[in-house]
């Protein structure tokens, strides 16, 4: 492969070593002699103050404390000299006495030209210093102890470099090898982690040819590892859907086959149409003639004749408007909107308003204390599905005339029962009832002003959420339910 990622991977993090490596060396070149110069400034500082300390105490001429000063000159490479105030020697640490103690008195009795001091105060002097005669740079201090006595120090500073020198090349050198070897790790690493994106990339190119044999088996609990396994699943998935498509094909061919009958049902929609719709034109034309011939000149058949007019078309109105529903939902006009509510709540406010007819129809409603249950699904449809059950149970109830609604819960799915007490649906009217236009009992379906088209809504509103809906005779009595699924259940 071209740009392979193993090989972008390892060139990657071989160079960011390379540069972490010229990163650190330069920094090392350029500020390690600085930083041991002051280290070494502050092993002069500490030394002084230890030779104060000891001064206050009276203890420079002690053997204990010459014994620390030779240590100190040890650990420090410091060299140094102390005199008294009558100028005797009282304490030497380091090589040399006599160099020292004749450089003691040039720094106190011969200026130095051109120092270049490093600190100073009233008490001391720090200050870098080249000897003429070895041309090697010192730094040195000459100042007195709180007792008077003069002290000089001095420490080489070339060590120092060539210390930082040394520190430099063997880094570079260390670098170097540990670039070398962990680029050969890094390569090994690197094909390890990349083959199984390789094995990924293949399984994706058989996928292109919707060859959805091949899976991952990786498993290395990692990312790649989570990749493959979501792989795994869209290849299964992809399967499926494929299948369903072809199956769905399939289908769509017969759906030609079904053209015909289609054709058929709408002739035999239209014709029921015209047939609910006859008697109540018929109705109207006859009362309406019968105003205009003044069969009855009293106030009261006239008003009778005028109700009756108006209650056939309210009742054909309501029939329309039904049937534009239903038709927009059949035909997929009216687009369904998923959301989630509460159906405690839309349930009981619909029972709140249909409180008077209840009370007018001498009605008991049962339904027992819920807590908020929130659902997916139309919640001005659902409200619908409900109202049809509800009117229709309104409308059939008799015997111990009880409504009971209900809430029950099973997994993710939450199913609304509306039972009540009351004759029962025979047996062979159940597959019939969601069909348009269809009355078990045709009286007194006229009687309610009932167009048989309500259950029908309900079946194309539940189909049109892919939900379940039915009925069931009871002991006493006859219960409608539809099914909703939970939010946030599993």
Not at 419 to 445: Q, S
Request: net charge negative; with cysteine.
């Amino acid at each position: 492969m071209k740009h392979s990622i193993k090989r972008q991977f390892a060139a990657t993090f071989t160079a960011l070593m390379a540069a972490t490596l010229f990163i650190c060396w330069v920094i090392n070149h350029t500020f390690l002699p600085r930083y041991y110069e002051e280290n070494r400034e502050k092993d002069i500082m500490d030394t002084y103050n230890i030779l104060n300390d000891a001064a206050a105490n009276a203890e420079l001429t002690s053997e204990d404390f010459q014994i620390a000063l030779e240590k100190i000159s040890g650990r420090y490479n410091i060299m140094g000299v102390i005199q008294d105030v009558s100028g005797v020697i009282i304490g030497t640490f380091g090589n040399d006495v006599e160099m020292l103690q004749g450089l003691l008195w040039d720094r106190l009795y011969v200026p130095v030209q051109n120092p270049q001091i490093l600190r100073q105060s009233e008490y001391y002097t720090i200050q870098r210093m080249t000897d003429s005669k070895t041309r090697t740079e010192y730094m040195e201090m000459v100042g007195w102890l709180c007792g008077g006595q003069v002290i000089y120090m001095r420490t080489p500073l070339e060590n120092i470099r060539e210390s930082a020198a040394i520190a430099n090349r063997f880094l570079l050198y260390v670098g170097l090898a540990g670039i070398a070897v962990s680029s050969i790790v890094i390569w090994f690493v690197s094909r390890k982690i990349t083959e199984p994106i390789l094995e990924l990339a293949h399984i994706s190119q058989r996928m292109t040819r919707l060859d959805f044999e091949a899976q991952y088996t990786g498993r290395a609990q990692n990312e790649i590892s989570l990749l493959g396994d979501n792989i795994n699943v869209l290849s299964k998935t992809l399967y499926q859907t494929i299948k369903e498509l072809k199956t769905a094909n399939n289908e769509l061919q017969k759906d030609i086959e079904k053209k015909n009958r289609t054709d058929e049902m709408r002739k035999e929609f239209l014709s029921n149409v015209s047939h609910e719709l006859k008697t109540p034109i018929a109705l109207i034309q006859g009362y309406a003639e019968g105003l205009k011939e003044g069969i009855n000149d009293d106030a009261e058949s006239r008003a009778f004749y005028c109700d009756v007019i108006m209650d056939e078309a309210a009742k054909m109105n309501h029939m329309v408007k039904e049937l534009m529903t239903l038709n927009q939902l059949e035909f997929g006009y009216d687009v369904v909107s998923m959301e989630r509510f509460d159906i405690v709540l839309l349930i009981r406010n619909y029972m709140q308003s249909a409180g008077i007819l209840t009370k007018q129809n001498d009605i008991q409603v049962r339904m027992t204390e819920e807590a908020p249950l929130y659902v997916w699904g139309d919640e001005f449809k659902t409200e619908e599905v409900f109202a049809n059950y509800f009117s229709n149970a309104v409308n059939h109830c008799a015997g111990e005339r009880v409504i009971e609604v209900n809430l029950k819960q099973s997994g993710n799915i939450v199913r609304v029962e509306v039972f009540n007490t009351g004759e029962r649906i025979p047996e062979e009217c159940m597959p019939h009832l969601w069909e348009k236009f269809y009355k078990v009992d045709k009286a007194r379906t006229r009687e309610y002003g009932g167009s048989g088209v309500g259950l029908s809504i309900v079946k194309a509103i539940m189909e049109s959420m892919n939900q379940k809906y039915g009925v069931r005779n009871e002991e006493d009595g006859v219960t409608f339910w539809f099914a909703l699924e939970m939010v946030g259940k599993e």
